[in-house]
């Protein structure tokens, strides 16, 4: 009977246990219910006035958005409502400075590459993959690329990548009879 009463024990733990994370992920869902009410009726009210922008703002901000609450919101009189035009105003188009002829300077660090700003490129990205992983077609490549890197990429993307980088990397044979596809390696 001892052998029996521990296995009881133990199945009342675990059921308790699973009662407890039951309960925990139904006060999540009701969160993200509640997170997502805020957020549908921040979407509509996006689009009206400037008081409903102020709501906006603050319940981003309330509901774990970045949203910050300095931002200056000057408030609307009652009786007058902000309307929103696609195309500008004769004032707007008379203070737009034209920016034809004029060339467009890079600060300092604008105008270096991302490897001088100490970022890792997705040529390096592609380099480490295939490292780690030689010999790899391109399809292969772009599901590693997204999961080590989080990089969603397109087979063109990468193809253009690897075929102008032929310095860092190579390829077998394309086998057509056999239907082999080609692999890429990093040298």
């Known amino acids: 009977m001892n052998y029996l009463d521990t296995f009881e024990r133990r ?4 059921t308790a246990t699973v009662e407890k994370e039951i309960e925990s992920h139904e006060q999540q869902l009701e ?9 549908k009726r921040a ?9 409903a922008i102020s709501e906006l703002l603050q319940a981003g901000s309330a509901n774990g958005g970045v949203i910050a609450r300095q931002m200056a919101i000057l408030p609307t009189p009652a009786g007058q409502r902000t309307t929103t035009s696609p195309r500008p105003t004769d004032a707007q188009t008379r203070r737009a400075p034209t920016t034809q002829g004029r060339t467009k300077r890079l600060t300092a660090k604008a105008g270096r590459s991302d ?9 390096d990205m592609i380099a480490a993959v295939l490292k780690r992983h030689p010999r790899r077609t391109v399809r292969e490549l772009i599901a590693l690329l997204d999961k080590e890197y989080r990089w969603k990429t ?8 690897l075929y102008t980088r032929r310095d860092k990397f190579l390829h077998t044979p394309p086998d057509r009879p056999t239907n082999r596809p080609v692999t890429w390696s990093s040298k």
Do not use: C, I, M, P
Request: hydrophobic content about 35%; proline content about 0%; cysteine-free.
């Open 11 to 14: 199945l009342d733990d675990e």
């Open 43 to 51: 979407a509509e009210l996006f689009d009206s006035e400037h008081g």
């Open 31 to 39: 969160a993200l219910n509640r997170r997502l009410g805020a957020l």
């Open 154 to 161: 397109t087979e063109s993307a990468v193809t253009g990548h």
């Open 115 to 123: 490897s001088q700003n100490g970022e890792l490129t997705r040529l």
